[in-house]
Nanobody
């Protein structure tokens, strides 16, 4: 089992920045890929970014390319999502996930509880 706890969400004005963190505990010795997804009210959960267990391969959704950066600190069992140039359409609950590197929710077995990001215009 892997437990994931997100932090760093909040309220920010458009154009601002936030950094989300996801701390993993439990069976973290397995080289899980880590990902961020988000879900806005009334919408399906959508892929944001993912990073391979070794950190070598990274995927981004087209909507966040050039604005968001995913990274991981294996020594701290933590993955980060640096979000710059935030837009109101980035408003959502952001979820951290661990599993197999992919853009589909079904590839990830473990999920955090989510952290709210609200971008005001």
């Amino acid at each position: 089992q892997v437990q994931l706890v997100e932090s760093g969400g909040g309220l920010v004005q458009a154009g601002g920045s936030l950094r989300l963190s996801c701390a993993a505990s439990g069976r973290t010795r397995s080289p899980y890929a880590m990902a961020w997804f988000r879900q806005a009210p009334g919408k399906e959960r959508e892929f944001v970014a993912a990073i391979r267990g070794s950190g070598g391969t990274i995927y981004y959704a087209d909507s966040v390319k050039g604005r968001f950066t995913i990274s991981r600190d294996s020594a701290k069992n933590t993955v980060y999502l640096q979000m710059n140039s935030l837009k109101p359409e980035d408003t959502a609950v952001y979820y951290c996930a661990a599993g197999i590197l992919a853009t589909m929710t079904s590839a990830y077995n473990y999920w955090g509880q989510g952290t709210q990001v609200t971008v005001s215009s």
